[in-house]
Nanobody, 126 residues
């Protein structure tokens, strides 16, 4: 059974940093995409970043480029989202999700991701 568990959320002041972790287990595919998404109540979910296991980062939303970095530690089956220079508008519930990947384009955040974590809250105060 595929399981994704996020951790690392919390409350920080604007300009601060957080590192989110996504621990993946039970995934049968040797190549996969891990996406980071965020959602604020009443708003649509937004794809923030994506990573292809055989390649590395494949996507960053314009709103986070230069501030967020997605990376992986294959030995730990964990994907990270390093968030620097946080802004109040980054406040949201953050989710990681997984889908099988054959090509880099498989990791588009506009495609359906099959497996989701429970989310971790990030709150940034002004």
């Amino acid at each position: 059974q595929v399981q994704l568990v996020e951790s690392g959320g919390g409350s920080v002041q604007a300009g601060g940093s957080l590192r989110l972790s996504c621990s993946v287990s039970g995934y049968a595919y040797s190549r996969n995409c891990i996406g980071w998404f965020r959602q604020v109540p009443g708003k649509e979910r937004e794809g923030v970043a994506a990573l292809y296991s055989a390649y590395g980062p494949t996507y960053y939303a314009d709103s986070v480029k230069g501030r967020f970095t997605v990376s992986q530690d294959n030995a730990k089956n964990t994907v990270y989202l390093q968030m620097n220079s946080l802004k109040p508008e980054d406040t949201a519930m953050y989710y990681c999700a997984a889908r099988p990947g054959v090509l880099v384009s498989s990791c588009s955040v506009y495609l359906t991701y099959n497996y989701w974590g429970q989310g971790t809250q990030v709150s940034v105060s002004a």
